[in-house]
């Protein structure tokens, strides 16, 4: 028994994952819309930051729609993190998040994929009045048919402060009842609709009818006023998720499977106006939210002139794009442009860019990371790996930390020292040795087309932009 509880242990203890974003938790602003220097998880960056919460603040409240705005920086500064950051920030509004080369797919046409990444984005809020039943349990009581076969019955007596009243049962209240193992002096709630039981608690009046209460019991008034009450519950669905219900050849179970091919443009039609209908009637609300697309310097010119037009379209979401390209050609033409982004597209951006980290920063941003992690690191060795995230990139010490820690296991030590940080610095090259590397020992490389003399990094970036 012992064996197979440590083994159940051992496998939680594994699902634990840490992604290159989790240990953000938000932007880290006051309620000023201040940044804070290193709050909830992310450190400096402050006027980004900032310029995000305005942003978020305003989407929201719902005001704006058919924004664009895109995030130009210098690799690793963060401009994934602030996006995953406002993610978080931004509530129960749709937030999307692809990347520009997802838009490539055979499966469906570049602008479908756009429309539905569109239409995942901007939220329906649905309002509903369900009738409820509330009140106290005074008796059960289930009669069996002396055969012990056919249908049981039974009788429920419920009561508020002001009222009490007798319900007949049937077979599956009954079911229901005995499954939530519902008693004499509970509190429970009925959705009438359903039939579901929802156990609130018991009564306080009942306390003390039963002296060994576990700790886990909850006491609650028993309510008053009349036992029948509406209550109006919100949910919030995507464009998209409605389109792929109501389209015929897929059906919701794609929605799972994720492959929900092309929507009819009829069908989106009609929803359309079916849910403007809604709105009208105070049914429903629509929510814009955000679609975050990364690396955006890889659509094409048809994409752009796709997100030209559909951004003035009412009911359109806020575009959040990002870019670590400078000047560089748009996807499938010669044409230079800033970001590989068009002019005419560029003017409709608000441009918000990242600076590169301080030492300091970049310091507590490692030792946010160590604790994600749960790395332990001397302090010297942060010193150590501070140092080498200045001279080589921040992401090349964030993956230290983790090989690291490996090392440091390996000779039994609980926490990372200088000569771990040394070790996977030898055994792992970054992005400049690398290079180093390949000018040495070129000749062995399979494929070398570098021509002596040519800027070969150069040759790489252009050779991955032309397709
Ligand atoms: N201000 C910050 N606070 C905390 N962590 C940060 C901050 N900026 C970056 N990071 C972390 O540093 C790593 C690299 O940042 P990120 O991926 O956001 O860079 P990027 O600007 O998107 O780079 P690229 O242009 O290469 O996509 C990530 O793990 C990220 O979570
Ligand atoms: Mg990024």
């Known amino acids: 028994m012992e064996s197979i509880i440590t083994s159940q242990a051992a496998d939680i203890a594994k699902l634990e994952r840490t992604g290159a974003h989790s240990h ?50 210098a690799p690793g500064t963060g401009k994934t993190a602030i996006a995953m950051a406002m993610s978080q920030e931004i509530g129960d509004v749709p937030f999307t998040s692809i990347a520009a080369s997802e838009v490539f797919s ?27 039943i509330e009140g106290e349990v005074v008796e059960i009581q289930i009669d069996r048919s002396l055969t012990g076969v056919g249908p049981q019955t039974g009788k429920l007596t419920l009561k508020t402060t002001d009222m009490e009243t007798i319900y007949d049962l049937g077979q ?33 009046t009942r306390a003390r009818d039963f002296d060994a209460t576990g700790p886990d019991v909850k006491f609650v008034q028993c309510p008053e006023g009349e036992l029948q009450t509406r209550k109006e519950v919100v949910h919030t ?15 919701f179970l794609a929605l799972f499977s994720g492959d929900t091919g092309e929507i009819k443009p009829e069908v989106r ?19 814009p939210g955000v679609l975050f697309i990364d690396e955006i310097h890889m659509l094409d010119m048809e994409c752009f002139s796709f997100l030209n037009r559909a951004l003035e379209d009412t009911m359109a979401p806020v575009v959040i794009m990002a870019s670590n390209r400078g000047m560089t050609r748009i996807r499938g033409t010669n044409y230079q442009s800033p970001h590989g982004v068009p002019i005419d597209f560029l003017d409709r951006l608000l441009i918000i860019s990242t600076q590169p980290y301080s030492e300091d920063e970049i310091k507590q941003i490692l030792k946010i990371r160590c604790d994600e992690e749960e790395v332990d690191m001397t302090e010297e ?37 200088v000569i771990d940080i040394k070790r996977v610095y ?14 040495e020992y070129q000749d062995e490389f399979l494929y070398n087309e570098i021509v002596a003399g040519q800027d070969d990094r150069m040759a790489v970036d252009q050779s991955t932009t032309s397709t």
Do not use: P
């Open 24 to 73: 953000i938790r938000g932007l880290g602003l006051d309620d000023k819309l201040e940044s804070r220097a290193n709050s909830q998880g992310m450190v400096g960056q402050l006027k980004a930051r900032k310029a995000a919460g305005v942003i978020v603040k305003v989407i929201k409240q719902g005001k704006i729609s058919g924004r664009a705005i895109l995030i130009a920086g």
């Open 426 to 439: 030898s055994l792992f090259l970054d992005e400049s040795r690398s290079v180093q590397y390949m000018k």
């Open 237 to 251: 669905v995507s464009l998209h998720e409605i389109d792929v219900i109501n389209s015929r050849q897929q059906g």
């Open 106 to 132: 055979l499966e469906m046409s570049k602008t479908e994929c756009l429309t539905q990444a569109f239409r995942r984005s901007i939220g329906v809020r649905i309002k509903e009045e369900t009738e409820i």
């Open 381 to 417: 060795a942060m010193g150590v790996l501070t140092k080498v995230a200045v001279e080589t990139s921040l992401r090349y010490a964030i993956h230290l930390i983790s090989t690291g820690h490996l090392v440091a296991q390996k000779r039994q030590a609980a926490k990372v020292d």
């Open 172 to 204: 599956k209240m009954i079911g229901s009842l005995t499954k939530e193992k519902v008693m004499a002096g509970d509190v429970i709630q009925i959705d009438k609709a359903t039939g579901r039981i929802t156990r609130l608690g018991r009564s306080f």
């Open 269 to 287: 039609d009609q929803i359309n106006q079916k849910i403007a209908g809604w709105c009208e009637e105070g049914k429903a609300e629509i929510v």
